[in-house]
């Protein structure tokens, strides 16, 4: 079995879109879940010797999407791959200030989308796969604000919290397992995305922090996103993924 399966959120800008493009490789199949198909993408897989699948898919239901999911994995020859690695890197920073201002709705989006649609890809990934005898993997992106507490990004920071906990949770769960999937919540490092731009934005009257993520572009401390996914890949391709359920990129 030569074929590798690899199913990632976000696909369609910032580190996503990066990994995306570089995953577009001879014997990969790539399944992406964004909310808009990517054009280049497209393009790109053509002559790659990759198969090249995505779906327009609103991770805010993420219910919906798992059962898509699940669905989708149920209908794969269980022997066809030689891996299978769900890779949960889609995210949102939502309104930026104090959360006595924040609004419920916009609240719920980021937990939703940050938070409740990994564990429920996750669950549905791991139990669509529980006897397929290959090598499986799920990695899920993380953030150096689900360690260090920042103010006016509690539903970032919280989401990114209970996204390194319940990988934890699931490490154990997998390790019971004869053939156990490897788990790794991973910190990518600091990389110039839409996010950042968003930090550099923000009114620093309602966020303390902005002029550290200004400092940080000023001074070229951010990784760009091709270099930050190629970083991320090279540690989901190490012979001890998974060792360690929660990481940075960078240890």
Same mark, same amino acid.
């Given at each position: 079995?030569?074929?590798?399966?690899?199913?990632?959120?976000?696909?369609?800008?910032? #580190?996503?879109?990066? #990994?995306?493009?570089?995953?577009?490789?001879?014997?990969?199949? $790539?399944?992406?879940?964004?909310?808009?198909?990517? %054009?280049?993408?497209?393009?790109?897989?053509?002559?790659?010797?990759?198969?090249?699948?995505?779906?327009?898919?609103? $991770?805010?239901?993420?219910?919906?999407?798992?059962?898509?999911?699940?669905?989708?994995?149920?209908?794969?020859?269980?022997?066809?791959?030689?891996?299978?690695?769900?890779?949960?890197?889609?995210?949102?920073?939502?309104?930026?200030?104090?959360?006595? %201002?924040?609004?419920?709705? %916009?609240?719920?989006?980021?937990?939703?989308?940050? $938070?409740?649609?990994?564990?429920?890809?996750?669950?549905?990934?791991?139990?669509?796969?529980?006897?397929?005898?290959?090598?499986?993997?799920?990695?899920?992106?993380?953030?150096?604000?689900?360690?260090?507490?920042?103010?006016?990004?509690?539903?970032?920071?919280?989401?990114?919290?209970?996204?390194?906990?319940?990988?934890?949770?699931?490490?154990?769960?997998?390790? $019971?397992?004869?053939?156990?999937?490897?788990?790794?919540?991973?910190?990518?490092?600091?990389?110039?995305?839409? #996010?950042? +731009?968003?930090?550099?934005?923000?009114?620093?009257?309602?966020?303390?922090?902005? +002029?550290?993520?200004?400092?940080?572009?000023?001074?070229?401390?951010?990784?760009?996103?091709?270099?930050?996914?190629?970083?991320?890949?090279?540690?989901?391709?190490?012979?001890?993924?998974?060792?360690?359920?929660?990481?940075?990129?960078? %240890?």
């Amino acid at each position: 079995m030569t074929q590798h399966l690899f199913i990632l959120t976000g696909a369609s800008r910032g #580190m996503g879109l990066a #990994m995306a493009q570089q995953l577009l490789q001879p014997g990969h199949t $790539l399944l992406c879940l964004s909310r808009h198909p990517d %054009d280049a993408l497209a393009t790109q897989v053509s002559g790659s010797g990759a198969t090249l699948i995505q779906w327009s898919q609103d $991770l805010a239901d993420g219910a919906a999407a798992s059962a898509r999911l699940a669905d989708w994995l149920s209908m794969q020859a269980t022997d066809a791959c030689a891996s299978a690695t769900l890779i949960n890197n889609a995210g949102v920073i939502g309104r930026i200030g104090p959360l006595g %201002d924040a609004d419920a709705a %916009d609240l719920a989006h980021a937990l939703r989308v940050g $938070l409740e649609a990994p564990m429920q890809l996750t669950a549905a990934f791991l139990h669509a796969t529980a006897d397929w005898p290959c090598v499986r993997k799920v990695l899920n992106i993380s953030s150096g604000l689900g360690r260090r507490a920042m103010a006016s990004q509690a539903a970032y920071c919280a989401a990114k919290a209970g996204m390194d906990h319940f990988t934890r949770c699931v490490a154990l769960d997998e390790a $019971l397992k004869r053939n156990g999937a490897r788990v790794c919540s991973l910190a990518p490092g600091v990389v110039d995305t839409d #996010m950042q +731009v968003q930090l550099r934005g923000a009114d620093a009257a309602a966020f303390p922090d902005q +002029v550290s993520f200004a400092s940080l572009k000023a001074s070229g401390q951010l990784t760009s996103p091709t270099d930050a996914a190629a970083r991320v890949l090279a540690y989901l391709a190490r012979p001890d993924f998974g060792t360690h359920p929660v990481a940075d990129v960078r %240890d």
